[in-house]
């Protein structure tokens, strides 16, 4: 065990605190990662304060990592000593079931082991990327492309994944009138993703305040849901709309915007239930569908192609000392658009 210094959540209610933590050994098939950047994802927020059901304290959170390899186990053959590399949402999976052995771990029936609070190979809790080290089964690290500046690369790992997979799979592309809704550090990517792809992307954002950035991003529309005439506007008109928004939504009203055979997916994760009225999916023959992560190739995809269309998430550099600030301001959506901490100010004494 090797002894690393950490920010951790003491309780559902604290800030978060400078601790220090143990990482295994490294295994035959493990790699050390000497972490550079932590991204901060709102799920680490929903996790640490119980959003979504209780966890054990002291948790260590962040699943937006990337840094250096600085140790390889005698059987890793994919990466090297000094490569760049990150690590996303989930560091194993059973790789037996039907779903890990088609290539899509994220989906395990098992349940992926995730980065930060879930119960690992060994029985301790994972802990996640807000620490100087992390030691991950080699099969889950990806590489980060030369040309994606370090620190931007840190949100792709969650925020890029989450929604290239959706635009992937529902086709987003020459054609498809996308919607993104809710313009936060998963939407902002989602625009330029989906205007990469090719496809006409509006914004749903509730006012107009991001609507310069929208349209940099790549959005040919932006519209306010604060205005209810927005949902009589865009009435039966989109092929795809992904909603990324953190609390719950009337989704009839967003169902409402999709035309022939368009489907609604939900990668926002509020931890109330969700009504829908069945008529309004019977109208239009529409799909409500939901999309968690993506898995180890198709992440590696999405950063070789946010490294050839030059998509780079829009960050904010902070110290470790601010994390805590941060938190409030991404509950407050006062972020443009995704928080990235400096992994070298994890280090220090025990607080
Ligand atoms: P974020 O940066 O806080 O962005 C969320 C955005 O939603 C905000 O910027 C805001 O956009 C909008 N919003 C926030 N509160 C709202 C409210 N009360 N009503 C309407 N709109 C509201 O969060 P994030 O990191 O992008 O994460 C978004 C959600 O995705 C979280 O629930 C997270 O847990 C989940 N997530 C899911 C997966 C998955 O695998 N499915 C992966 C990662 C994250 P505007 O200001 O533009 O309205
Ligand atoms: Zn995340
Ligand atoms: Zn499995």
Redesign the pocket.
Known sequence: MTTVSAYAAPSASEPLVRTTIERREVGPNDVLIAIRYAGI???DI?TVRGDWGPIAYPQVVGHEIVGEVVEIGADVATHAIGDRVGVG?MVNSCRECENCLAGMENYCLKGNTQTYASVDRDGTITQGGYSTHIVVDADFVLKVPENIPYEAAAPLL??GI?TYSPLSHWNAGPGKRVAVV??????HVAVKIAAAMGAEVTVL??TLD?EADARAFGASHHYATSDASTFEKLANHFDLILN????P?PLDDYLALLRLDGTMVN????AEPLPITVFTLFGNRRSFAG???GSIAETQEMLDFCAEHGIAPETELISAAQINDAYER?LS?D?RYRFVIDAETFRGEAS
């Open positions: 994802c709102h799920s929903h949402c969650c925020a989450t809710g313009m936060g550090g998963l939407g954002s509730r991001k990324t928004v953190s609390a939504l990668v926002g994760a509020p999309s968690g992560i991404v959506s972020v």
